[in-house]
């Protein structure tokens, strides 16, 4: 099997245009407690339900990158550039990068 695509939350900025998706895939509880600006929450779980809300270029978003490296294999196989945020939401905000809450 071949490497997932992964960024990190310092490359982020370094993606060409504003069509890149940034999705989660935390729980609700998860999401309640911080998220990053302007990503899309879709629990894991419901993913594939959801599909249709996905856009063809998505940076996948959990805790710490394993449920969004599922995320970003799935949404691969169906065709869409995908990439796993490395180290997930934590390595996001440890690179002092903002969180909104509530």
Known sequence: M????TITPSEV???PGPE???LDVRTDAEWAEGRIEGSIHIPLDQLM???DEVSDKVICICAVG???AQATAYLLSTG????NLDGGIRAWMADDRPVSRG
């Open 49 to 51: 339900s959801r599909i």
């Open 80 to 83: 869409r550039d995908a990439i």
């Open 2 to 5: 071949s490497e997932l695509p």
């Open 66 to 68: 394993g449920r969004s």
């Open 20 to 22: 890149w998706m940034m």
């Open 13 to 15: 900025d370094l993606l």
